[in-house]
T-cell receptor, first 119, second 105 residues
């Protein structure tokens, strides 16, 4: 159980285009999903926290107009990188937290990640 | 935010126990300690978590000190497939640099 999928697993796009990444919790409902970014040889950096049916909360320094997050259902969140540039090339990882528990005890389960390369 | 401190890297022998330490001296009373690992180019994998008591599951054991300021993840019989970066995390799942564990035959 507790499987999280991401699609696509890898995407290459031209500079200036937008890219959408999907994150799905396959066998559980997730009230909260998280989006992380990881550059080579670095740790994961939290970008934003997304609650179903409400606006995402972005971490300091993350542009909300560039990284659009939609969490329309309890099993799906999307991250759209708008007007992507080469510096946006990174490994994007989502995670989902099981619904219904106390926030400090809920475990997050991570997707396999999406490798974005902007040419 | 509570922060964690882990050794940068660790080698261990295949078949032996691997003990991974983590300091989290600023952890608050209701914060859990989580351990994840990340194999190259994959998403982090959940290992175990705990609050006060020691925990064990099919992957590992977690030993938490009585004052909760540190913990140790134990992989009882390390295999080559356990080679990964191991993250000890408290508040809000903020990831530090983790410990790069290399299991050698």
């Amino acid at each position: 159980g507790a499987v999280v999928s991401q699609h696509p697993s890898r995407v290459i796009c031209k500079s200036g285009t937008s890219v959408k990444i999907e994150c799905r919790s396959l066998d559980f409902q997730a009230t909260t999903m998280f989006w992380y970014r990881q550059f080579p040889k670095q740790s994961l950096m939290l970008m934003a926290t997304s609650n179903e049916g409400s606006k995402a909360t972005y971490e300091q320094g993350v542009e909300k107009d560039k990284f659009l997050i939609n969490h329309a259902s309890l099993t799906l969140s999307t991250l759209t990188v708008t007007s992507a540039h080469p510096e946006d090339s990174s490994f994007y990882i989502c995670s989902a937290r099981v619904a219904g528990g106390i926030s400090s005890t809920d475990t997050q389960y991570f997707g396999p990640g999406t490798r974005l390369t902007v040419l | 935010d509570a922060k964690t401190t882990q050794p940068t890297s660790m080698d261990c022998a295949e078949g032996r126990a691997a003990n991974l330490p983590c300091n989290h001296s600023t952890i608050s009373g209701n914060e859990y300690v989580y351990w994840y690992r990340q194999i190259h180019s994959q998403g982090p994998q959940y290992i175990i978590h705990g609050l006060k008591n020691n925990e064990t599951n099919e992957m590992a054991s977690l030993i938490i000190t009585e004052d909760r300021k540190s913990s140790t993840l134990i992989l009882p019989h390390a295999t080559l497939r356990d080679t990964a970066v191991y993250y000890c995390i408290v508040h809000k799942l903020s990831f530090g640099a983790g410990t790069t564990v290399t299991v050698r035959a």
